[in-house]
């Protein structure tokens, strides 16, 4: 049962541009979403978190919206560069679980065009 | 931040033998974790690794198909046992970016191909 859910599987963008990619969850429980970012060959890299008691956060030309009530999330890069084309894996937790425990997606892949 | 280092980067096994996969971190740290990334799947954890203890499987994963060693902070090992061409897989060491956050460091990877 895949509780985090990542459709449209890749994701073509100029540079420049903004990229979007979303993600879906299906357990309510859940209360922290991440995001990853992962190269060929190399292991995932944490990029971005938010908590449930925030509908947005944001760091640098990353920015996570979180819509609770239809378990939704989002990941906006803005403006997007070459070095950004790598797999993106959007992750979700409940912290009674211990936040270590974590639901991922399958992934979307983001292709930045110079 | 932590380096994670695993080996090996890749390995082709036939099916029926068993393969160990390192994990070396360059810190000390209480829990590792072993995550699984079968083609075209999400990462999926396998179990958490703390010294000292035995090992937390997640539902789905047993000791017997994937035991683990956690000899000391700062290594641990996961052997694929009797291996399948279903055990073809990226296998992934982690640790805590910081406590109770979910924010992981990861190795690179160990991509085994069971033929």
């Known amino acids: 049962d895949q509780q985090v859910k990542q459709n449209s599987p890749s994701l073509s963008v100029q540079e420049g541009r903004i990229s979007i990619l979303n993600c879906d969850y299906t357990n309510s429980m859940f209360d922290y979403f991440l995001w990853y970012k992962k190269y060929p060959a190399e292991g995932p890299t944490f990029l971005i978190s938010?908590?449930?008691?925030?509908d947005k956060n944001e760091d640098g030309r990353f920015t996570v919206f979180l819509n609770k009530s239809a378990k939704h999330l989002s990941l906006h890069i803005v403006p997007s560069q070459p070095g950004d084309s790598a797999v993106y894996f959007c992750a979700a937790s409940k912290e009674r679980d211990g936040n270590n425990r974590l639901a991922f997606g399958k992934g979307n892949q983001v292709v930045v065009i110079p | 931040s932590a380096v994670i280092s695993q080996k090996p980067s890749r390995d082709i096994c036939q099916r029926g033998t068993s393969l160990t996969i390192q994990c070396q971190v360059d810190?000390?740290?209480?829990?590792m974790f072993w995550y699984r990334q079968q083609p075209g799947q999400s990462l999926t954890l396998i179990a958490t690794a703390n010294q000292g203890s035995e090992a937390t499987y997640e539902s789905g994963f047993v000791i017997d198909k994937f035991p683990i060693s956690r000899p000391n902070l700062t290594f641990s090992t996961l052997t694929v046992s009797n291996m399948s061409p279903e055990d073809s897989s990226i296998y992934l060491c982690s640790v805590e970016r910081s406590i109770n956050t979910g924010e992981l460091f990861f190795g690179e990877g160990s991509r085994l191909t069971v033929l």
């Open positions: 810190s000390q740290v209480t829990m």
């Open positions: 938010i908590s449930s008691i925030k």
